[in-house]
């Protein structure tokens, strides 16, 4: 059957005739992961974010600040305020204002992205690919912040601005594909998708350009609101796709399951409260050890995160008390599958003995891989 009659093919049934046309398999377009904002395995909440403090990751996965000098402060939160078909969004809230704008200051918002998972985009070839962002913005007033797509492996920025309102809207932005600079074929950083919400003159002194692909400077920032101008300042995200082409599709909704896979590459909330870490075995009478087994594999050997404390873990024997400890030490770091974990200080028991490992109380242990 010829191709163009499959594409309009009359469907007929008791009640309803329609002509159906047939849709090509859309999925994994988007290169956003976590875009619904559906993860947080760090917290849904963290206040107090300032630019000496708690900015990098954290509350939703894949999304972190970085900001320069600035005085405000805002509180990040994975909400539930979100437009239709969409449960969770990040939202921001400033609690201290800075009215006071110094040259160096900024605050952004992004994702970071592989090289080896934007080759895709043809960047630095004659055939580079345009490229779409789409999110859904919502704010407590209107406001202008800006959307850049920032290469780092040839330091090279390409910026537009967006407009925000009360109610919840979609942004849709195509940026021209770049024909300069090539991105490493590995699992490194090579792009960030950022978003611009505060800005000195260091960053916006310059003519800004829209749309256009230059040699990374400081002076890369449109006419933008400042975030910190009020404590009354809030702003909500969510739905947010990067796709290849120039135009922008439904939002590519994927399982909780799987957007918590992809995230837990790049960091992994492991065990924390009461929870089994893994089963291990004394290899002296003061000295077990334990096997963690990553979820997946990471993107790269990832650092031991966790919480330290009088007590905060435990080892268990055949009809024995926990005998507990305070953190543990990674023997080999280099795994991106699984690490070697052993206490910090001598824990008795029997050699060659079986015992189970457990946070116990504010015990917590994550594993950080991120870019």
């Known amino acids: 059957m010829a191709l163009s009659k499959i594409l309009n093919a009359s469907v007929t049934d008791s009640t309803l005739t329609t002509t159906k046309l047939a849709t090509p398999n859309l999925g994994r377009r988007n290169l956003v992961i976590n875009g619904a904002m559906q993860v947080a395995q760090r917290g849904t909440s963290q206040a ?17 600040f970085d900001g320069g000098t600035h005085s405000g402060v805002f509180t990040a939160s994975q909400s539930t305020d979100a437009p239709t078909g969409f449960s969770n969004s990040l939202k921001m809230d400033c609690t201290t204002a800075d009215t006071s704008i110094a040259a160096g200051e900024y605050l952004m918002l992004q994702t970071r992205f592989e090289g080896q998972d934007v080759q895709q985009l043809k960047k630095g070839t004659s055939s580079a690919e345009k490229l779409t962002v789409s999110f859904y913005v919502k704010a407590n007033a209107s406001a202008t ?4 797509l920032q290469d780092n492996d040839n330091a090279r920025t390409n910026g537009q601005t967006f407009s925000v309102t009360t109610d919840w809207t979609r942004v849709v932005l195509t940026f021209v594909g770049d ?177 189970r490992f457990h946070c116990q109380g504010n015990g917590r242990i994550s594993f950080n891989a991120e870019l």
């Open 48 to 64: 107090r974010i300032t630019s000496s403090a708690n900015e990098g990751y954290t509350t939703v996965d894949r999304f972190a």
């Open 145 to 148: 912040y800006m959307c850049e």
């Open 179 to 355: 024909t300069t600079g090539t991105l490493d074929n590995d699992n490194n950083l090579s792009l960030r998708l950022n978003f611009w919400f505060h800005s000195g003159s260091t960053f916006n002194g310059g003519t800004f350009t829209s749309n256009q692909w230059t040699a990374t400077t400081n002076e890369r920032v449109g006419s933008i609101t400042s975030f910190f101008d009020s404590t009354d300042r809030t702003f909500f995200i969510t739905g947010v796709q990067l796709e290849v082409g120039s135009q922008a599709t439904p939002f590519e909704h994927r399982s909780f399951g799987e957007e918590l896979a992809l995230c837990q590459r790049y960091f992994c909330e492991f065990a924390s409260g009461n929870e089994l870490i893994g089963g291990g075995g004394y290899q002296s009478s003061t000295f077990p050890d334990v096997v963690v087994q990553f979820p997946v594999p990471m993107r790269t050997g990832p650092t031991l995160v966790q919480t330290s404390g009088s007590n905060y873990y435990g080892v268990t024997t055949h009809n024995a008390l926990p005998v507990t400890f305070n953190e543990f030490t990674v023997a080999y770091t280099t795994s991106n599958i699984n690490q070697l974990l052993y206490p910090n200080q001598s824990v008795a028991g029997t050699q060659g003995s079986y015992g």
